[in-house]
T-cell receptor
Framework: RKEVEQDPGPFNVPEGATVAFNCTYSNSASQSFFWYRQDCRKEPKLLMS???SGNEDGRFTAQLNRASQYISLLIRDSKLSDSATYLC?????????????FGSGTQLTVLP | DAGITQSPRHKVTETGTPVTLRCHQT?????MYWYRQDPGHGLRLIHYSYGVKDTDKGEVSDGYSVSRSKTEDFLLTLESATSSQTSVYFC????????????FGSGTRLTVV
């Protein structure tokens, strides 16, 4: 079983739509959670951290359910510029440090 | 943006040759990481460093070695490149061990022929 699993995608949605991505993680000792965005042929960039109480940043809302080991990202009023791959990222203890482990990503295409 | 640069940006090399990729940061962050990204596998950790001369293996370290002689530089070496090492390699830095997320370099696209 992968340590971080995401919806396989791809998601193709019209502009203005609301879309949700889900992610599960296997290590209950995980402490930090993030969503990253990666544009085609570019490096991943931090989109937002995910806090236990849930958090919102403009059109983006992230939720965390520690009991179910589940993370979600909701994008409202999708824009063409939201087209990218979204990576679910979890901080997992490993060796002498904690490591970020990345899901394989979910590809989103917002259509005009 | 954080000061992190990777070199070279693109490289084509022949099977069996040694290759060294460089990651340079100007942020004085303690932690540095090398990942490879392949279709269907996402980002996988190769090696990481938690200080000068302090390094450890990641998930896919076979065939790779690293060195960190200065805070700002983290080198990844493929001792004898193979076609399976064709990939996009990303370096990342973080101030604390994974608590605040990472900042990535622009990547090195390596092709082994």
């Amino acid at each position: 079983r992968k340590e971080v699993e995401q919806d396989p995608g791809p998601f193709n949605v019209p502009e203005g739509a609301t879309v949700a991505f889900n992610c599960t993680y296997s290590n209950s000792a995980s402490q930090s959670f993030f969503w990253y965005r990666q544009d085609c042929r570019k490096e991943p960039k931090l989109l937002m951290s995910v806090y236990s109480s849930g958090n919102e940043d403009g059109r983006f809302t992230a939720q965390l359910n520690r009991a179910s080991q589940y993370i979600s990202l909701l994008i409202r009023d999708s824009k063409l510029s939201d087209s990218a791959t979204y990576l679910c990222v979890v901080n997992i203890p490993s060796g002498s440090a904690r490591q970020l482990t990345f899901g394989s990503g979910t590809q989103l295409t917002v259509l005009p | 943006d954080a000061g992190i640069t990777q070199s070279p940006r693109h490289k084509v090399t022949e099977t069996g040759t040694p290759v060294t990729l460089r990651c340079h940061q100007t942020e004085n962050h303690r932690y540095m990481y090398w990942y490879r990204q392949d279709p269907g596998h996402g980002l996988r950790l190769i090696h990481y460093s938690y200080g000068v001369k302090d390094t450890d293996k990641g998930e896919v370290s076979d065939g790779y070695s690293v060195s960190r002689s200065k805070t700002e530089d983290f080198l990844l070496t493929l001792e004898s490149a193979t076609s399976s090492q064709t990939s996009v390699y990303f370096c990342a830095i973080s101030e604390l061990t994974g608590s605040y997320g990472y900042t990535f370099g622009s990547g090195t696209r390596l092709t082994v022929v």
